[in-house]
């Protein structure tokens, strides 16, 4: 995600050497993973000419700037319940950044352990507020010590991301791209959240915790700084011109999986208009209700765990839509991903953390 351009240009480059060297392709399939899929997305938006389908997979689709901001809220989260003296922007250096991350984590698995109930419900609100998954690949939060287990490890990952790699983003694009000015987290924990949260912290945590939220000091986004990760980082429009899947695990850590309704909300607009050429179909993968921490979630939790099955599924199923003109419905993308994939034809996610974000990009 930190330089798509760059795989944008590389992906450009290979078929400019093909095409020259070897000679036309008679189809083109792009396809990639996390960063991949933006970079994925972002060439068949912008090469319809050359290219045919196209497969991002747990890309991040709702693109650089919704992504950051979320990570934003994380660590903004984590310094205003739990942490006051964290830095969380304007870091001089990677180990600004890197220190940053590290005291967060020490907190947050340091609380986790003592079983701090109060430190715990606002754990809980925080994920809440940036819909990070209690089931992970090594925790399946089955109970409530593998929840906050899992809880906790996707918050490190979305604090890593908003940290170090943050740092990176703004050296490359001159200043702060993510901030939550703005923003209400009134909305953002659900009836079930608020109840587990108050089960833990006592009556009425969930309503303290997300009034501290909206009462803190906001950080501020760099405007120029914004605007050119929109430009260059990343910003898929949802102007579909070729057959695309996308498939992504329900409990994604690092790109959650939000972006793909975040993603369907823009190839709607875009339908309205009558920008879009190609078609979207969207596969989700769920993990087993249990499984054990030493083998980790064999699909379904984690980034990007998919089974080498479904990888091949997806392949097989654009080159027949492609090819054949053959659209793949629920029954074909079940009998391709087979049994053992955690494909799920009814699974859908739920809105963007914050709505307001869908319409302002």
Known sequence: MLFRSDGVKAGEQL???????IGTPKRVYVWGDSLGGLITE?????????VNGAAPLCGVMAGAVPNLNLAMDAEYGVRQLLVPDLQVDNFATYEDASAAWQKAASVLVDKAKAQDTDAIAKILTIAAVVDAPSATYTYDGSDLVSRVSGTVESLLTALAYGTVGRFDVEQRYGGPVSGNEGVDYTGRVTADEKTLIDAIG???A????VASLNAGQRVKADPTASAALLER????????QVPTITMHTADDPLVVVQNQSFFRNRYNAQVAKGAVKGGLVQMFTLPPAKYSADTGAPYGAGHCNFTEQSRVAVIELLDGWVKNGVYPGPEAIS?????????????YPSAWPEPSAEAEQ
Do not use: C, R
């Open 15 to 21: 078929y400019d050497f093909f095409n020259s060297n």
């Open 42 to 50: 972002t060439l068949a938006e912008k090469h319809p000419e050359w």
């Open 202 to 204: 006592g009556e009425g």
């Open 206 to 209: 969930a309503d303290k915790n």
């Open 233 to 240: 980082g990343g910003n898929p429009s949802g102007a579909v």
């Open 335 to 347: 009998k391709a991903m087979g049994p053992d994939s955690g494909y799920n034809g009814i699974y």
